[in-house]
């Protein structure tokens, strides 16, 4: 079957349906596993001290948050070029995760960096994209509510979402654009493999990323599903209203 | 059983606290936005007939 036959509404729903009790049950053993592993279980960074341990959150939220971002372009590019209506509302629908997942990693950045940097916040390339990158989501969420056609504001959100996604590169990769700033390099560069994270912190980080990414799957599944509830009782109603 | 923290016990719990706030914010309006979609659409499909 072809992957294209999940833009029938209902054929996405019968599957979203399927999967998703073993993606929550998934999500949260991997996150729970890994956040008392990382909590409870590893010893003190020698320079960092116990602050180390917000590694298990700020790591695997700011991953999600640039991850999601990347799904939403790609859906909006599966919108623009192909119209499925489950594309654009999937992209809806991983917004407000994305913002989420965002604030989390600022705030843990923010707590993280006070002691070890003496600031809350610096204009370091890497933390000032993704403070950009927060605006875009805010701005994403805000253009799909301000525009009343379903189609034209998924139009104008997928060229947000293109646009976005400099900045959603540069969070990622603004350490090595510009050589400079507080933020140190990626922890676990995938490419490389040259990782700095010692194998004790390594282990549980590993589980809470996987955990976060499988929480974001079941959350974007989930609401898709309840964007494509909305869209059909506004279509019926609309229908009905035509009709009379 | 809890860890020592040290002297940045503050700093871990404050972020353990927000961010596990906001994930439990965000998986509780969820699933409670989900539950309203299913009987917006319940509703409209017995307004106009429709189950199609």
């Not at chain 1, 890994?34 to 790591?59: C, S």
């Not at chain 1, 999937?90 to 705030?107: R, Y």
């Not at chain 2, 860890?3 to 972020?15: H, N, R």
Request: proline share 4%; charged share 15%.
């Amino acid at each position: 079957m072809s992957i294209w036959s999940y833009a029938n509404p209902v054929k996405f729903l019968t599957l979203s349906a399927r999967v998703q009790p073993v993606l929550w049950v998934l999500s949260l053993a991997f996150v729970a596993t890994g956040l008392i592993w990382g909590f409870f279980g590893t010893p003190e960074d020698y320079r960092q001290g116990a602050t180390v341990k917000i590694i298990y959150l700020h790591v695997p939220a700011a991953l999600m948050a640039i991850n999601a971002w990347f799904m939403m372009l790609v859906a909006s590019l599966i919108w623009l070029i192909r119209r499925h209506h489950v594309s654009a509302l999937a992209a809806k629908a991983a917004a407000p995760v994305g913002v989420v997942m965002t604030v989390i990693a600022l705030l843990t950045g923010a707590i993280w960096g006070q002691p070890m940097w003496g600031t809350w916040w610096a204009w370091d390339p890497r933390l000032t994209s993704f403070l950009i990158l927060f605006l875009f989501y805010l701005g994403y969420i805000a253009l799909w509510e301000a525009v009343e056609d379903p189609d034209t504001a998924a139009d104008l959100t997928s060229v947000l979402c293109l646009v976005g996604s400099v900045f959603a590169v540069l969070s990622r990769y603004a350490v090595q654009f510009w050589n400079q700033g507080l933020h140190q390099g990626t922890s676990v560069p995938v490419a490389t493999g040259g990782r700095s994270v010692d194998d004790v912190f390594f282990y549980p980080l590993v589980l809470c990323m996987i955990g976060f990414g499988l929480l974001f799957i079941a959350l974007v599944f989930y609401r898709t599903g309840t964007e494509i509830r909305l869209r059909r009782a506004a279509a019926l109603r609309a229908r009905a209203g035509r009709a009379a | 059983m809890m860890p020592e923290l040290g002297k940045y016990a503050t700093e871990v719990l404050s972020a353990y606290a927000v961010s596990l706030l906001l994930l439990a914010v965000l998986v509780l309006w969820t699933l409670r936005r989900g539950r309203a979609a299913r009987a917006t659409l319940e509703a409209a499909e017995r307004e106009t007939g429709r189950h199609d």
